[in-house]
């Protein structure tokens, strides 16, 4: 079992950054590929972002590509997405997930979730 906490979301204006965290406990983080979903107001939860085991390769949609910037620290069990150049599309409820399979880009391939942050960007 892995326990996901996601911390960092607010309201923020349209050109704003936040940084999202994704705390985990419980088996070996470094065990687990980790990745970034959101899901917007009456849409489907979509892929952002996701970094392999040991932080070696990111991947990111192309909505998100070069504004957010996916990280992790393996020795403080963490997760991180940095947004840059936030729009009003970004809002949505973000959810950090594990993984054990490297099939980044597919949500049903992540195990464990955490329970979501509000993030809201106003125009």
């Known amino acids: 079992q892995v326990q996901l906490v996601e911390s960092g979301g607010g309201l923020v204006q349209a050109g704003g950054s936040l940084r999202l965290s994704c705390a985990a406990r419980g088996r070996t983080f470094s065990n687990y590929a980790m990745g970034w979903f959101r899901q917007g107001p009456e849409k489907e939860r979509e892929f952002v972002a996701a970094i392999s085991r040991s932080d070696t390769n990111t991947y990111y949609a192309d909505s998100v590509k070069g504004r957010f910037t996916i990280s992790r620290d393996n020795a403080k069990n963490t997760m991180y997405l940095q947004m840059s150049s936030l729009k009003p599309e970004d809002t949505a409820v973000y959810y950090c997930?594990?993984?054990?399979?490297?099939?980044?880009?597919?949500?049903?391939?992540?195990?464990?979730w955490g329970q979501g942050t509000q993030v809201t960007i106003s125009s």
């Open positions: 997930a594990a993984a054990l399979s490297s099939d980044y880009y597919n949500k049903n391939r992540y195990a464990y």
